[in-house]
């Protein structure tokens, strides 16, 4: 018989609640030998039973943390991770804010709608896939295929906050939002085709780049007054978000640039009609 | 450069009908027709004619005609008209050809090659007027065995969400964007009236549409992920992973900036003007791991309760790509063959990438029923289904349900010009000009959608009742109704039929 690896043998949530300890509004669960499916249960049950912070405990693996949290009316909960999450990390987050003290994997934000995701340490591929609002802030670096297909309008705004660098197809197909790159101990970017596509939207690099690692559909302009100004915002929320206070100065002390696409219809030169 | 092309169309206009009344120069977006205010005469340019017949309809007394342009070419069966034409657009544009609907090549029509069973004196026929014919469909996940309780007789197996609909036709994902908003709202309450479901296309589901109808939409999931947040899929009947299409297979979607205007870049989270450009892949998948992925982040985001499906274009590996969706966790798969139609899309990709659907449905099937997992996952068939004949013959070849598009916009008005990509549909389906999406009506094109539905269940349970059969369920994958003819061995092979004059073969017992 057909084995499904996702939902075969997942306990109900009855049989799952020895896992929370409940204190006045936290919900702390231990989320070792659960399943993805099991823990994102408990999640939804522990915020119906009135929690708005969770705190997970030996996350190894675990998909979709907060994905599952979609209320209507809309419920905010500030998550706390302690391990590491696995793939999909907040995918479709509706507005919640996510915590995780030590890295993630693959898709972080994936789709995200609202919220915030702040990873102390790295992250995998495709993080900030098509976001479409909120924040992310990854303290130290990112994989390949990140920032892909972000979107934007008015003032939904979603901005991807790197610490060090990133790999390959850095803001891929990007049509709004803002990716920012601190370059933080970082001699020289070594990714490439970055903005590849990209059609809306702002990229802010922090270090060197040249010319041939851009995409063809990028341009680089001048930093105005009101990017410095955004930059420093940003980095006051990193540092603040890491503890890193005090160092804002060092990491806007070097060369950024700001990326834009030079054409709002990349490919329209391509088509005979 | 001096267009070398020939005209494609000829107006023709009866002077002694006319009475110069203007309404064609209203009517035509093409700017075929003006009106010379010094000679008081209507002029007409009919080389800017794609032939879409608007002017011809609305005609008030009836003077206008509109026919293929009769001069040509030293005829050759080689280089025909459409490959020197073609040659001579890109020789002075130098790009890739654009063009909308499905294919429209000869290429073998399979549907035209099976012939449908009928009952005579061994089993009786059933005459549907007279007697209950059930076309009632479930689409999703069935379990494995059912427990029942014997004490109450109630149902002690888990069942899976699974979509009810009325009759097995569900209209097949276009997008807000590709059509304009009055065509998309007249497939949402046509589906809401008779009681099937339309699938949203890749652009989102407005949300003023969300509380009404958002229990008739399978909203999709594509490439680009325009228009997916929380509530837009929280609010839907199911879900649609786009990987595929059988117009393009293979490539991404391109919705021309043309068509992009305040409201769709309002959906899509895109600036208005620049092109909507899905990627080819989704780039959080590359294997069949990651769809399963994707399969559950959606079911997670929607508390489980949704059935999702998974749409490939039909392709030559097409039996081996449906197994492994089944496997990731699909609860419908949707094959669109090679003749589904498009909005836009490379006219080289459109002509010559996929296989017929009538083979892809059957060669699913078949996989799906020798590893035992057919009832894992609903099948859909969709690309050029045309009248209630194809839809019979699919569901008889293995699938449960179809979708059918470009039947639906030929209900609502569409005349297959194939200009949809220009954004200027004289009928007001696919464009975003206000003034020409004005023209269709959301209560008269819902109910020619409504007729349209209500006409070919009818015929089916015509053809059903012939057969003697008087469930839809009984129909699906039950090839001893289908005789082929005029094709070869391999080909009666690939679709599981007899040929034509070969009768029921008793095997023993
Ligand atoms: S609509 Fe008919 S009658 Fe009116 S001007 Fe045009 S061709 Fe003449
Ligand atoms: S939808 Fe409109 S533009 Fe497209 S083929 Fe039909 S009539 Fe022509």
């Known amino acids: 018989m057909l084995k499904d690896p996702y939902l075969d043998g997942v ?20 989320a070792k030998d659960l399943k993805h499916k099991e823990l994102n249960d408990l999640m939804k049950e522990c915020v119906l ?69 702040v990873v102390h340490g790295r992250a995998g591929d495709v993080v900030a896939m098509c976001m479409r609002g909120g924040k992310i802030f990854i303290r130290d670096y990112v994989g390949y295929r990140c920032a892909i297909h972000m979107k934007g309008y008015k003032d939904k705004v979603p901005t991807l906050v790197i610490g060090q660098t990133a790999q390959d197809f850095l803001g891929e197909y990007m049509a709004g939002g803002r990716v920012i790159v601190l370059g933080i101990g970082i001699e020289r970017h070594r990714c490439y085709y970055i903005g590849t596509g990209m059609h809306g939207g702002v990229m802010y690099i922090g270090g060197k780049v040249e010319k041939h690692q851009l995409g063809r559909e990028v341009g680089v302009v ?24 005090g160092k804002e100065d060092e990491i806007l002390g070097k060369k950024f640039s700001k990326l834009i696409p030079v054409s709002k219809r990349p490919y329209g030169r391509v088509y005979s009609y | 450069m001096k267009s070398h092309l020939l005209p494609e169309f000829y107006v023709e206009r009866i002077e002694s009908r006319c009475n110069k009344c203007g309404v064609c120069v209203k009517q035509c977006p093409w700017g075929v027709y003006s009106w010379d205010e010094e000679g008081k005469e209507i002029l007409i340019d009919y080389t800017k004619c794609v032939g879409c017949q608007r002017c011809v309809i609305y005609c008030p007394n009836k003077a206008l005609i509109v026919k293929p342009y009769e001069g040509s070419y030293r005829p050759n069966a080689y280089w025909t008209r459409e490959v020197i034409s073609d040659i001579k657009k890109q020789a002075e544009q130098g790009g890739v050809i654009l063009i909308g609907t499905g294919s429209d090549k000869p ?14 004196v061994t089993n009786p026929s059933i005459d549907p007027l007279r007697e209950p014919m059930e076309l009632r469909t479930f689409i999703g996940r069935k379990p ?14 888990e069942i899976t969400p699974n979509l009810v609909i009325e009759t097995p036709i569900m209209f097949a994902g276009m997008s807000y964007g590709a059509i304009s908003y009055n065509a998309f709202l007249s497939l949402a309450m046509a589906s809401k009236e008779f009681g099937t479901k339309f699938c949203t296309g890749e652009g989102g589901l407005p949300k003023d549409m969300r509380e009404e109808y958002g229990e008739v939409a399978i909203v999709q999931c594509a490439s680009g992920r325009f228009g997916v947040d ?30 992009v205007s305040k409201k769709i870049s309002e959906t899509r989270m895109i600036p208005e003007g620049t092109d909507a450009l899905s990627p080819a892949p989704h780039h959080d998948i590359y294997s069949i791991e990651d769809l399963a992925m994707l399969i559950y982040a959606l079911k997670e985001a929607t508390d489980y309760e949704k059935p999702v499906f998974v749409k490939i274009a039909a392709v030559h590996n097409v039996a081996a790509i449906a197994s492994g969706i089944v496997r990731a966790g699909a609860d419908a798969i949707v094959i669109d063959g090679f003749r589904g139609g498009t909005g836009a899309t490379p006219k080289v990709m459109r002509d010559h990438v996929g296989i017929p659907i009538e083979m ?31 839809v019979v013959k699919a569901i008889a070849l293995g699938a449960d349900a179809v979708y059918i598009g470009t039947a639906a916009l030929i209900a609502m008005g569409c005349t297959m010009c194939q200009k949809c990509y ?49 469930a839809i369920e009984s129909l699906r994958g039950n090839r001893e109704h289908l005789r082929g003819i005029g094709l070869e061995d391999w080909e009666l092979r690939i679709l599981g039929i007899k040929g034509a004059g070969e009768g029921y073969e008793y095997r023993g017992d």
Not at chain 1, 11 to 30: Q, W
């Open chain 2, 422 to 470: 220009t954004g200027k549909c004289s009928w007001g389906i696919c464009t975003q000009d206000e003034n020409l999406a004005k023209r269709l009506n959301p209560k008269v094109a819902s109910k020619r959608l409504v007729n349209l539905l209500r006409a070919w269940s009818l015929e089916i349970k015509e053809m059903m009742g012939a057969m003697g059969i008087n």
């Open chain 1, 11 to 30: 306990r109900s949530v009855e049989e799952l609640l020895g896992y929370v300890d409940f204190e006045d509004g936290t919900a702390i669960i231990d």
């Open chain 2, 144 to 157: 494995d065995r059912l427990e029942i309780d014997p004490d109450d007789f109630e149902i002690k197996t």
């Open chain 2, 230 to 259: 929380p509530e837009y899929l929280n609010c839907a009947c199911a879900i649609e992973i786009k990987i595929g299409q059988g117009a393009k297979p293979g490539i991404g979607g391109h919705l021309p900036g043309e068509k």
């Open chain 2, 360 to 390: 892809a449905i059957a060669v699913v099937d078949q996989r799906l029923r020798e590893e035992g997992i057919r009832h894992k996952c609903s099948i859909i068939a969709s690309g050029g289904i045309r009248c209630s004949a194809d």
């Open chain 1, 222 to 245: 001048e930093m105005d007054e009101e990017d410095w100004k955004f930059l420093e915002d940003v980095v006051k929320e990193y540092c603040k978000n890491f503890e890193m206070e």
């Open chain 1, 49 to 117: 039973r009135g929690a708005s912070r969770l705190i997970l405990k030996n996350v190894c693996g675990q998909r979709y943390i907060g994905s599952r949290l979609f209320f209507n009316p809309p419920k905010r909960v500030e998550i706390e991770i302690y391990g590491t999450p696995g793939n999909d990390l907040g995918a479709f987050l509706a507005g919640h804010r996510i915590i995780v003290y030590g890295n993630a994997q693959d898709g972080v934000g994936n789709t995200m709608d609202d919220g915030e995701i």
């Open chain 2, 107 to 120: 290429y073998k029509v399979y549907f035209d090659h099976i012939l449908l069973n009928a009952s005579q």
